[in-house]
């Protein structure tokens, strides 16, 4: 068997594998690979090119804070900007030629003797190659699983049927029959661009979300220049926008009390939108606001008022060839139905393929007693394997690309540790683990994903939140500020690796 000794293993290159490897270069950990299902960088901003996609974080805080773009078009950027963006980072990191596309990790090791990683991949061309990595860093992200409905049915569908992130863009939706079931996000997105286009439009709501007006706006030439021109003017407005959305964690975490005035707005987002009583009752929430992630759109509910387009509350109760039957009995005929039902996120799929030391499977792990890891990065058992936007690390309020960035220099330093002082592999304690979870779980009481009276994709099958940050973006970034090597069992190095020997030139090896 051919393997290919690295020092570095990075699963994905979305914002978060790419920024790794961006860290990684500039560390001197020279030695990596990054592995890539898709074709290109991106991830979900690759992936998600569905009608209407755009950022609900402003483009200024929603970028890598060592890659400043003055040229962003709009207050909150269209997906194709975002991902030019993406793209032109990774062209001018000169990392590219450590990325391997169109792969997919089969599974990743724990070999305790070698104290090392065996990752094994497959070619989407076919054949595959087996790497033995030093550490592995995944940036596999927590919403690039689409998760289908399980609805009665859906299988015999006889018409046009996708993921809103794997969007068909061969299929014409003018004059078409179009259902949409969900509406989180991507569906508010998704039904105003696309509702003037078909004949008609049913959007399937099991809960209705709360929308808050859009306050976007397209930069002036001239805001552009001065962005571009005036040293400091940058950081200053990314700043401003940075302790403008951190005002809002406390109505999330402490005292939901403080989002009426959002929650106001929301109910007048709906006045101004729609016109019919009926409507507007039916896309009434009934929970508190921040509950569920809360969106943002001045077009969506316009779009739900129109002629053409109804929203229907009652249950599914299956899908058949030709339509959506609900449960009172309707059946509605459908010509393309558009999933926009959301992401596995509190089952990461690449926890299936990982075995840690004791031979046990990450996913069994966390099966057993949810999703954790210390500081959303190391989980025991696990040795030399760090997480970015790993569990407990989402948001409802600002931009993930802080927290990668907080995750990315904790992991750095993690390296840099191991490297100086000549440990093997590094293995966050259970006890830490545990710690840092019972403290996570205890400040979740406290929340509105907890206490606002609604169902979300941020709890797990045990009620636990095991998806976002329950405190400041600012408390995270200090948390991650160093590794913390107390808290973690180290083990010299082994005789086939040298920690002191510096960035190593990739080398093939037979087994
Ligand atoms: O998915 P969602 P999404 N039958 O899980 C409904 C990010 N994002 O793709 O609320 C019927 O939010 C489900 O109903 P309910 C962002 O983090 C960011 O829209 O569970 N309906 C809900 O309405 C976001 O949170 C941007 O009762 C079913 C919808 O499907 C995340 O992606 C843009 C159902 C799923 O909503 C996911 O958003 C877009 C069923 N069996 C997305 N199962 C930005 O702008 C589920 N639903 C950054």
């Not at 014409?172 to 078909?198: H, N």
């Not at 107390?486 to 002191?500: E, F, G, R």
């Amino acid at each position: 068997m051919n393997v290919i000794n690295v020092d570095h293993l990075v699963i994905g290159a979305g914002f978060a594998g790419l920024c790794a490897a961006i860290k990684l270069d500039q560390a001197g950990e020279c030695d990596f690979v990054v592995i890539e299902k898709g074709s290109d960088v991106g991830g979900t901003w690759r992936d998600n090119t569905y009608p209407g996609a755009a950022c609900d974080v402003p483009s200024q805080l929603y970028s890598y804070s060592f890659a400043p773009n003055p040229d962003w078009s709009m207050s909150f950027s269209p997906q194709p900007e975002i991902l030019a963006y993406i793209k032109r980072v990774a062209d001018e990191s000169g990392t590219l030629d450590r990325f391997v596309f169109d792969t997919l990790v089969e599974d990743a090791t724990w070999d305790d003797a070698a104290q090392r990683w065996t990752v094994r991949t497959g070619s989407s061309a076919g054949g595959g190659t087996t790497y033995s990595a030093r550490t592995v860093i995944s940036g596999a992200g927590g919403l690039s699983a689409p998760k289908l409905p399980d609805i009665a049915g859906i299988e015999s569908f006889g018409g046009e049927l996708f993921h809103s992130a794997e969007w068909d863009h061969e299929v014409d939706l003018a004059g078409k029959r179009v259902a949409v079931i969900g509406t989180g996000a991507s569906s508010i997105q998704i039904v105003p661009a696309i509702q003037e286009k078909v004949a008609h439009l049913d959007v399937y709501q099991r809960t209705a979300p709360y929308v808050i007006p859009r306050n976007d706006r397209r930069y002036s030439r001239l805001e552009r220049l001065a962005l571009k021109k005036v040293p400091g003017l940058q950081r200053l407005y990314r700043t401003g926008i940075y302790w403008a959305r951190e005002g809002y964690v406390p109505a999330f975490t402490m005292a939901p009390k403080l989002a009426m005035p959002a929650q106001k707005m929301a109910l007048a987002n709906i006045r101004k939108g729609i016109k019919d009583p009926a409507l507007r009752a039916a896309v009434t929430p009934d929970y508190q606001i921040g509950c569920k992630r809360i969106l943002i759109s001045n077009t969506y509910y316009p779009a739900l008022g129109s002629d053409n387009c109804d929203v229907v509350t009652d249950p599914i109760a299956e899908i058949t060839p030709t339509g959506i039957v609900t449960a009172d009995g309707t059946a509605r005929d459908v010509d393309v139905l558009i999933i926009a039902t959301g992401f596995h996120t509190t089952e990461l799929p690449i926890a299936e393929k990982v075995t840690g030391r004791s031979g046990r499977p990450l996913a069994a792990k966390w099966n057993e007693s949810g999703m954790s890891a210390f500081k959303g990065t190391a989980v025991a058992d696990f040795p030399n394997l760090f997480f970015i936007v790993g569990p407990n690390t989402g948001l409802g309020h600002s931009s993930m690309v802080f927290m990668i960035e907080s995750q990315v220099s904790y992991i750095v330093d993690a390296l840099r540790t191991m490297r100086t002082e000549g440990h093997g592999s590094v293995e966050v304690t259970a006890a830490a683990e545990q710690a840092w979870s019972a403290d996570l779980q205890r400040r979740m009481k406290r929340t509105v994903w907890s206490s606002g009276g609604c169902a979300s994709w941020y709890l797990d099958k045990h009620g636990n939140n095991t998806t976002l940050w329950p405190r400041s973006t600012f408390a995270f970034r200090g948390e991650t500020a160093s590794f913390d090597p107390d808290v973690y069992t180290v083990s010299a190095v082994s005789t086939t690796q040298d920690p002191q020997a510096g960035p190593t030139k990739r080398e093939a090896v037979s087994s």
